[in-house]
């Protein structure tokens, strides 16, 4: 199993269009397999590899900035009527309002942050899905979304209350369903406003909106070891 590295002292969190650079996508994939290998979950939708061939999915990379090898990261799915979203893929069968749902806000710009992963090295230096999914919110913006859906697993659920998102009671058993597997639960969440962003709490939202402004925006935040980590946030491709 990885662990955390002591020399990783800059991170790099690269949004760009899946279809324009196949081989960053391959890095996202196979990190994403291994960590998803680790915890013993092979059938997750979120995972799938087809999303490299549509043209309306981004994603956001984490590098070490000085070895380039991936340590994490996320996706955000456009809909678009023709592929449907992780979200619709993983709960429809149980619940088919999810796809009412999508359609009701597609014409104003919808879509989902998906298949959100961190490395144990990342994990270790106390940079956790927070810093990522705020990416991942500030970026979708820049891609002409309004409102976004997540699933969120109970590891993840707080960041993405912080985040500005709400659980969809009407879904499910108020929000949940057993996913991927049996023995573990996802709830179905909400942001019916990312460009404003009225319900993320702060410093995320203040951070959100300098990311949007500054498009390379760069902070450090200390380690569990008290070292400081330089993260740079590439915002700029579209």
């Not at 999303?51 to 799915?77: C, Q």
Request: aromatic letters at 10%; hydrophobic letters at 40%.
């Amino acid at each position: 199993m990885e662990e955390h590295n002591p020399e990783i002292k800059n991170i790099n969190f690269t949004a760009f269009r899946a279809i324009d650079d196949r081989d960053a996508c391959m890095q996202f994939i196979d990190g994403h397999r291994r960590v998803l290998e680790i915890f013993g979950i092979t059938q997750i939708t979120s995972a799938k590899a087809d999303w490299i061939l549509n043209p309306d999915v981004y994603v956001m990379l984490v590098t070490d900035a000085d070895t380039g090898k991936a340590l994490g990261g996320g996706r955000v799915h456009r809909a678009n009527r023709i592929n449907p979203l992780p979200i619709e893929e993983a709960v429809g069968y149980m619940d088919e309002k999810i796809y009412q749902m999508v359609e009701d806000h597609t014409d104003a710009g919808t879509g989902e942050v998906a298949g959100v992963w961190n490395s144990f090295e990342i994990a270790g230096l106390g940079i956790g899905s927070l810093h990522l999914s705020t990416a991942c919110v500030a970026y979708s913006k820049f891609i002409n979304l309004t409102t976004l859906f997540g699933l969120a697993a109970p590891a993840t659920y707080r960041n993405v209350l912080r985040g500005g998102f709400q659980v969809v009671t009407s879904l499910g058993y108020n929000g949940k369903f057993y996913y991927p597997k049996d023995q573990l639960t996802a709830t179905v969440m909400f942001n019916h406003d990312i460009i404003d962003l009225p319900l993320t709490l702060e410093p995320q939202r203040t951070i959100a909106f300098d990311m949007r402004r500054e498009v390379i925006y760069k902070t450090e935040i200390p380690s569990k070891s008290g070292d400081l980590v330089n993260l740079t946030f590439d915002l700029s491709r579209t």
